[in-house]
């Protein structure tokens, strides 16, 4: 009897290749994944062409681990793709789960972003000339993928099975979900309800940060480099340093906090949070020692980009969205 | 599990018929909202009416509805309406919803067509959030028959007779040394001239010695707890440096005590009093406080003259402040206001013209037992004026200081005249820009006041200047103003100027609202729950406002005021239990990581955290539902009953109109 693996597949959208790097980071577990299956599909560890994924029958692969949002049509077309022929998809990282960094461009329309890639200051574009999406050369008409106006997170475009949020995720949890999922190949597991998050925990960064926390009054926002040293046995907030833990979902081992930076919430909203930016801002400004508009006003005015401190990761997934010049954007 | 959900649209005549096709709105939610539950979709002209209500009641036994959304006006006027139709019909109160298309929707709209969909929105968001609401309970917790009066004016006092006469406990709290309040200070009423301390004294008397009523002067609310029916009160009794219990307030102290002090709260800074004082004869307590900062002994270590000399030995040097807590079922702030400082109005020269006085000045000028005993003079004490003007609207009815009208002014302006004319026959002006004499008998004192002689000029005075112009204004003070029935400008020479200020918000008001949980308007007032029908009562259910703390008013209307609040007190202390709305915010404490976001924030000190087992703990006994910690826990570990997630996600998506087609068509 010739045993068959079970396929595997993984993609990058709009994303770093850092998600990439993370299931490389898993060392020997990697193995595992060579040994219980047969990865069919990764453009940035073997050669793949669409073709090859186009021509395989629908809901053959049986785990797909998709990093990135979706920003352009070709994202948009693997994600279906990959949607129609995996049996199970996993968002995986941030991207892929809430917009991240990218995502941040959703705070701009799209010819803006074009116009700051080729024609600033920085860019040697006498010519001005412009990407464009089409372009006819002898051997015949070459397309390049199209920008879509916002990055969208994966489960905007296609149903999602799974959430693995991070940015990236961290390895161990990486390698706890790939030995839930051979475990469940061999019979020894289920699998969570459709739609969990998986690779957490269930409280937030907080949960697993081991610094002291007291009742908070913050009469003053700083950054962390403007505080020299913090003091390292003390929750960052209450020493005045913006920190994203209290909102965010635990499963990092509160890295960040525990080097002693503050949490930027790579890793998502908590389970009970749906607008995670909207929830930081409302328990920030809960904790405001300040009575005077003036003086509230003037604490506010120590986090320099709100945005980005809120909305850093989520801002796509969030439901905002993105501003309004950008939906308008042609 | 399908809930049955009945529709049901209000004309409310055509308070919203008028701008919105309610008959359409009916139609349309039977229709487009069918897949949601909805069974039944009416229009009715009043549904608040006995009929419209029965017409609900009627379908909830029928037709089984298991939900119900009233398109009518803001839950605040008739959610409890409704809610007690479902409860008749044998439906959990809590199941029925209120979607808001009158104030929201009719009163600020015109477009029809604009209106008419939105309210199709707003209905859609109701029904999809009714679907998630959950039936709830009612909690009924016993009321303390014990009452708290902050505030021991008139309003105060009238308050805490009227409920320690019914036989319930009160404690008055007062901030100075005795009750009394601003009427102690007058010297006549308007309109009958009733000597104001003959009229308020056996009131103060009557207030400190009865055996319901726990006075507390030189005392402040420094913390208020817990919820209507179980307040808990943190009062800060300051030291008095003279023991009560030995005291027997025969003023020997404040004979022998060698330290002059201007009196600048109950003089106006027109006389003195000693270091140890009381602030008038007749106060109430009649205990001497002492004043610290002004005591000799305090201030260089020797002179004790009042410890010497007190027969009681009752001067006690080491009092501390105390902290008392007192448990209380209903809280009336009766706190009063503050006179404008007439020093902002630069231009008429109080402070700088020594000839100009305020009005309070003036109440102590004519006051029997006043600086002067009742000899109006000017400020070098002996000469009498032979011409007085008095400026009306001081600070009030003005852009620069406050828009409102401060009511009693124009009634104290002429009180002034008619005080000026009788005491010593000078010629007297009266600068006004309208004339508000309302009420009962005051227009009759103002045609009396008119036939007195006094002057009347119509228009705002410009500049109150000693800079003379012509001969015979020199060595005198000029009013230059407008006149604006003659049509031209004026200047009049006078040898005394009143200006009658006008009220303001106590300067800490805002922060004495917070402390109780009430708010102010945007001119510092506190704000009554319905302008016209609950005029005494505020948002935070057990909290009562009377007198000039609601609002600027003449002493009838604060007695009376005083009288309603506690009759509505008297009427929750009846009841013995007060139900109590049941939201209730809890935390999950799996989703919660001990942040402590929460902690500081409870209003009602509901919240507790758990080192253990780090999570925070919400006592649902205290916690009022109010939703502060809800909004704040980053986690979104802690949910409010009735506000869920769930609940307020499913309304954005019926009024976003997301639940039209069931989900995946």
């Known amino acids: ?330 | 599990m399908t809930e049955k959900i009945g529709v049901y649209v209000c004309h409310c005549g055509s308070n919203i018929a008028g701008v919105v096709d309610v008959e359409d709105v009916a139609k349309w939610a039977a229709e487009k909202l069918g897949h949601q539950g909805v069974v039944i979709a009416r229009d009715y002209k009043f549904m608040c009416s006995s009929l419209g209500q029965e017409l609900i009641e009627k379908d909830i036994k029928e037709l089984g509805l298991t939900r119900v959304v009233v398109a009518a006006c803001s839950p605040h006027l008739h959610e409890k309406t409704f809610r007690i139709a479902a409860q008749n019909a044998g439906l959990n109160p809590y199941l029925v919803e209120l979607a808001s298309i009158r104030e929201q929707v009719s009163w600020v709209h015109t477009d029809k067509a604009v209106a008419t969909a939105k309210s199709k929105a707003v209905v859609s968001g109701a029904v999809s959030r009714v679907i998630e609401n959950a039936p709830l309970e009612e909690i009924k917790v016993p009321i303390n028959p014990n009452t708290l009066v902050v505030g021991g004016g008139i309003a105060g006092i009238q308050s805490a007779l009227e409920i320690a006469n019914a036989g319930f406990h009160v404690y008055l709290v007062e901030r100075e040394p005795s009750i009394g309040g601003h009427m102690a200070q007058f010297d006549k009423t308007f309109p009958t001239l009733d000597c104001s301390a003959c009229i308020l004294t056996p009131r103060m008397v009557e207030a400190g010695t009865h055996p319901n009523i726990t006075l507390l002067t030189w005392s402040e609310v420094v913390n208020v707890a817990g919820y209507v029916g179980n307040f808990n009160v943190t009062i800060k009794k300051k030291a008095r440096f003279v023991n009560e219990e030995l005291c027997t307030g025969c003023g020997i102290c404040q004979e022998k005590c060698p330290k002059k002090v201007i009196d600048d709260v109950y003089e106006a800074g027109l006389g003195y009093r000693k270091a140890v004082y009381t602030p008038f004869a007749q106060a109430v307590p009649n205990y001497p406080v002492m004043d610290k900062e002004n005591c000799i002994y305090f201030e260089k270590g020797t002179c004790k003259a009042c410890e010497k000399f007190c027969p009681t030995n009752a001067i006690d040097f080491n009092q501390q402040d105390q902290l008392l807590n007192v448990e209380v079922g209903n809280i009336i702030l009766a706190t009063g206001y503050d006179l404008f400082d007439a020093r902002r109005v630069s231009n008429y020269g109080y402070g700088r013209l020594p000839n100009v006085f305020t009005s309070l000045e003036f109440e102590r000028l004519s006051n029997a037992a006043g600086p002067t005993n009742g000899n109006i003079v000017l400020r070098d004490g002996k000469t009498m004026p032979k011409s007085v003007g008095i400026i009306h609207c001081v600070g009030s009815r003005d852009r620069n200081f406050n828009n409102y009208c401060s009511v009693i002014c124009c009634m104290q302006g002429l009180k002034f005249a008619h005080l000026v004319h009788e005491r010593t026959g000078a010629t007297v002006y009266n600068f006004y820009i309208d004339m508000r004499t309302a009420y009962k008998a005051y227009d009759e004192f103002y045609q009396r006041v008119l036939e007195e002689g006094t002057l009347f000029v119509r228009g705002k005075v410009a500049e109150v200047t000693d800079a003379a112009r012509y001969s015979n204004e020199r060595g005198k003070l000029i009013v230059q103003t407008e006149d604006t029935l003659a049509g031209k400008q004026r200047r009049i020479p006078v040898d005394m100027v009143i200006l009658s200020s006008g009220l303001q918000p106590r300067h800490d008001a805002k922060e004495v609202g917070k402390m109780f949980g009430i708010s102010c308007s945007t001119d510092g007032w506190f704000t009554e729950k319905h302008p016209k029908l609950d005029p005494v009562a505020t948002m935070t259910e057990g909290i009562y406002i009377v007198g000039c703390a609601q609002g600027p008013k003449d002493i009838p209307s604060s007695v009376a005021q005083g009288a309603a609040a506690s009759a509505r007190v008297l009427d929750k202390i009846l009841q013995r239990e007060v139900a109590l709305e049941p939201i209730k915010a809890t935390v999950n404490k799996e989703m919660c990581s001990g942040c402590r976001i929460c902690n500081g924030l409870c209003p009602f000190n509901a919240i507790a955290f758990i080192a253990d087992d780090n999570v925070s703990e919400i006592n649902p006994a205290l916690c009022q539902g109010c939703g502060t910690c809800v909004a704040a826990c980053p986690a979104g570990a802690i949910s409010g009953t009735g506000f869920s997630n769930e609940q307020i996600n499913a309304q954005i998506d019926g009024l976003l109109m997301k639940n039209l087609e069931p989900v995946g068509a």
């Open chain 1, 1 to 330: 009897m010739t045993h068959v693996k079970p396929k595997f597949a993984m993609y990058w959208a709009a994303s770093c290749g850092g998600c990439e790097i993370a299931v490389l980071n898993t060392h020997e577990k990697i193995l595992d994944v060579d040994a219980n299956f047969d990865v069919v599909f990764w453009p940035v560890a073997m050669d793949a062409k669409y073709k090859d994924v186009e021509a395989m029958e629908d809901g053959s692969i049986l785990l797909t681990l998709f990093n990135g949002g979706i920003r352009n049509d070709e994202n948009e077309h693997i994600a279906k793709l990959l949607r129609q022929k995996s049996k199970i998809l996993v968002a995986f990282g941030s991207c892929a789960c809430e917009g991240c960094i990218p995502g941040l461009a959703n705070l701009s329309p799209v010819g803006e972003i074009v116009h700051t890639a080729f024609n600033t200051i920085s860019t040697d574009n006498p010519h001005e000339i412009y990407p464009r999406t089409s372009y006819d050369v002898p051997e015949g008409e070459l397309h390049i993928p199209k920008l879509e106006k916002t990055l969208r997170p994966l489960d905007h475009v296609v149903d999602v099975d799974y959430f693995m949020p991070g940015c990236p995720p961290e390895s161990h949890q990486i390698a706890a979900v790939l030995d839930l999922v051979i475990d469940v190949l061999h019979g020894r597991a289920t699998l969570p309800p459709k739609g969990s998050t998986i690779g957490v925990g269930n409280s937030t960064v907080c949960d697993e940060c081991p610094r002291a926390r007291n009742v908070k009054a913050i009469k003053e926002f700083k950054r962390i480099q403007d505080i020299a040293p913090a003091d390292p046995d003390l929750c960052l907030l209450e020493q005045g340093i913006p920190c994203n833990g209290p909102a965010t979902c635990s499963g990092c081992n509160a890295r960040c906090p525990q080097a002693g930076a503050q949490c930027i919430g790579c890793y998502g909203p908590a389970q009970g949070v749906t607008d995670y930016g909207a929830r930081l801002i409302t328990a920030f400004a809960s904790v405001i020692d300040a009575k005077e508009p003036e003086e509230i006003d003037r604490i506010l005015d120590g986090i320099p980009d709100p945005t980005g401190q809120m909305y850093r990761f989520s801002l796509p997934a969030s439901p905002l969205k993105a501003n309004r010049e950008a939906f308008k954007a042609k």
